[in-house]
């Protein structure tokens, strides 16, 4: 029976890429990252096809992350190497993506997550509607940011990235213009005329006749506290500071910490920090496949998924329980070699497609 998971096909002059799982929110797996992979190095050296276009089949996102699920139960049974191997081959993905030679227009419609801000927001061309919900929640399952995520928010104004990593908050599509996920907003009922427009005009000719000014967003306003918060050196006194502030929504952003994976908390603001470092998005790619593969023989992400997808009792048993137990060498392990050979990206290239 054919795949129909990813549908690919050329409109025009455009390579279309819809992500066909609307009833799991067009989550990806490892044949859809494969089937993407292919099309793309297809498209890359077929002179007809001058765009490419991603968006979602379903009207609810483009996508809500990585098949969890599969993650869940080679983990607990199957010894994570099948993780590990999906990974291996998204993250070169993505990579790929960000380095695309030829115009990569991403339609941010809907729910877009995870794994799905991976095949979106390294992208040339990324479009967002009043419906976007953006978010990197790896912390509320007992995993770090990944897909190149950790790259995406190092690079956010201020710490608006630590603060959206460490809460998992999601933001709308002026927010995710702000924080540089997002380069174009358009109204989601425009969205068929551009989409036939990219088919047959430049890409910068259909965005100048449908993009709109963004709604506002919120976190612009919240940028005091948020800087001043979120630059401490622990997440435990990014904690106190939030609570100390005094600002309602500082609260409610400790509250919405410490609800999530203590250790995953301190790997992830450890894995921002060295992020900036790093620079590049293969670089940074490279270490993300270190910690998720750690991750793989950590309690948290098996306990997070259970809570948050299997049994649905949205009550995660940390272990360790607590920031405090948390230690230095619990979190230097997940930036240690992994067992299993690194992931080794070609050095980065200038980047391709058209101007933001």
């Known amino acids: 029976m054919t795949d129909e998971s990813v549908l690919l096909r050329t409109e025009g002059h455009a390579g279309r890429i819809t992500l066909n799982r609307p009833g799991a929110l067009n989550a990806l797996d490892h044949a859809m990252v494969r089937r993407i992979d292919e099309a793309l190095a297809a498209w890359e050296h077929d002179p007809a096809v001058r ?28 010894g994570g190497a ?19 030679r030829k115009p990569y227009v991403a339609v941010m419609d809907g729910i877009v997550m995870g794994g799905g801000v991976g095949v979106s927001a390294h992208g040339s061309v990324r479009i967002v509607t009043e ?32 603060h959206l990593a460490l809460t998992a908050a999601s933001v709308g599509p002026g927010d995710a213009l702000l924080c540089g996920l997002a380069d174009h907003f358009v109204a989601a009922a425009s969205l068929p005329a551009l989409l036939d427009d990219l088919t047959r005009e430049e890409v910068a000719d259909a965005l100048d006749r449908h993009v709109r000014p963004a709604p506002a967003g919120g976190l612009a306003a919240d940028r ?16 106190d ?46 270490q993300e496949y270190r910690v998720s593969c750690a991750a793989l023989s950590a309690p948290d992400l098996v306990e997070g998924i259970r809570a948050q997808v299997i049994d649905k009792d949205r009550s995660p048993r940390w272990s360790p329980a607590t920031l405090a137990e948390v230690t230095e060498e619990d979190v230097a392990r997940f930036f240690a070699p992994p067992g299993a050979p690194a992931l080794s990206l070609a ?6 497609g058209v101007p933001r």
């Open 51 to 78: 765009t490419v276009v991603i968006d979602g089949a379903g009207g609810r996102g483009l996508c809500a992350g990585g098949d969890i699920r599969s993650i869940h139960r080679d983990a607990s049974s199957g």
């Open 82 to 100: 099948a993780s590990a191997a999906f990974w291996r081959d998204e993250y070169r993905l993505n990579a790929r993506i960000a380095r695309y």
């Open 131 to 162: 419906r976007s919900r953006v978010a990197m929640p790896e912390t509320g399952i007992g995993f770090v940011p990944d897909v190149g995520g950790t790259h995406l928010l190092a690079l956010a104004p201020g710490e608006l990235g630590t």
């Open 224 to 239: 005091e506290w948020i800087d001043r918060c979120y630059a401490a050196g622990t997440v435990e006194e990014v904690v």
């Open 241 to 286: 500071r939030l609570l100390d502030s005094g600002v309602p929504a500082a609260k409610e952003a400790a509250e919405a910490i410490l609800a999530k994976s203590p250790t995953a908390l301190k790997v992830t603001l450890a894995a921002l920090r060295r992020a900036r470092r790093l620079g590049s998005l293969e670089r940074v790619l490279e």
């Open 347 to 352: 050095p980065a290239a200038p980047l391709g």
